[in-house]
């Protein structure tokens, strides 16, 4: 069956701190793996995707991830966290079983002074 | 830059009545997409629609779900009679092909419509 895990429902973080949220699948196929970012009020924005290829990929507001096939993992990091990170963050699985997206609950993301 | 717009932000209708919540896709996509997230729970799946048909859905899809595209611009998703779990932030999406393509097509997102059964 076609998952996805976060396990971190929540995480605050401070100011300038690196960050790392956890994101595990479970896809029967080659899988494209997705971060989507929420603000209150505002609609699921692309953070970054990964198709093949390099399995470091980089994405907007200097956030990157990497994909490990060996655990199932597709872990969104940030060197320095900006008080503007503060959202909720979704990891996304589709492939070629389809043109779904099968989501993770999200994680929440709160950044202290 | 494009993105996917949604109408209304918030509904709100009394249960067993028909709503009707409308988006607009990216111009030059060919895929569309309603997915919706009960409050606490995941982004669920609904249903996909290409080429005036729909190509994929979900269990959650029941008779009681319609979709439609019924002009160039806007792409519709009705709930014919409303239930109190049909209570949900509503999501609709677009991409340019799909997961199949090449590359494989990404989905943009909109704001959402959050939709209240009283």
């Known amino acids: 069956a076609q998952s996805v895990t976060q396990p971190d429902i929540h995480i605050t973080v401070s100011e300038g701190a690196s960050l790392e949220l956890r994101c595990n699948y479970s896809?029967?196929?080659?899988?494209?793996l997705f971060w989507y970012v929420q603000s209150p009020g505002q609609g699921l924005q692309l953070l970054l995707k990964?198709?093949?290829?390099?399995?470091l990929v980089q994405g907007i507001k200097g956030f990157e991830a990497e994909f490990k096939r060996s655990q199932s993992s597709f872990n969104l990091r940030k060197p320095s966290v900006h008080w503007s990170d503060a959202a909720e963050y979704f990891c996304?699985?589709?492939?070629?079983?389809?043109?779904?997206?099968?989501f993770g609950t999200g994680t929440s993301l709160t950044v202290i002074p | 830059e494009p993105e996917v717009t949604q109408t209304p932000s918030h509904q709100v209708t009394q249960m067993g009545q028909e709503v009707i919540l409308r988006c607009v896709p990216i111009?030059?996509?060919?895929?569309f997409y309603w997915y919706r997230q009960i409050l606490g729970q995941k982004v669920e799946f609904l249903v996909s629609?290409?080429?005036?048909?729909?190509?994929?859905k979900s269990e959650i899809f029941d008779d009681q779900f319609s979709v439609e595209r019924p002009d160039g611009s806007n792409f519709t998703l009705k709930i014919r009679s409303t239930k109190l779990e049909d209570s949900a932030m509503y999501f609709c999406?677009?991409?340019?092909?799909?997961?199949?393509?090449?590359?494989?097509?990404?989905?943009?997102f909109g704001p959402g419509t959050r939709l209240t059964v009283l």
């Open positions: 999406a677009s991409s340019e092909t799909g997961l199949g393509g090449v590359p494989p097509g990404t989905q943009y």
């Open positions: 896809y029967g196929a080659t899988p494209y």
């Open positions: 996304a699985v589709g492939g070629t079983h389809g043109n779904q997206f099968y």
């Open positions: 990964y198709f093949s290829g390099d399995t």
């Open positions: 111009s030059n996509h060919l895929y």
């Open positions: 629609f290409y080429n005036n048909e729909i190509s994929e």
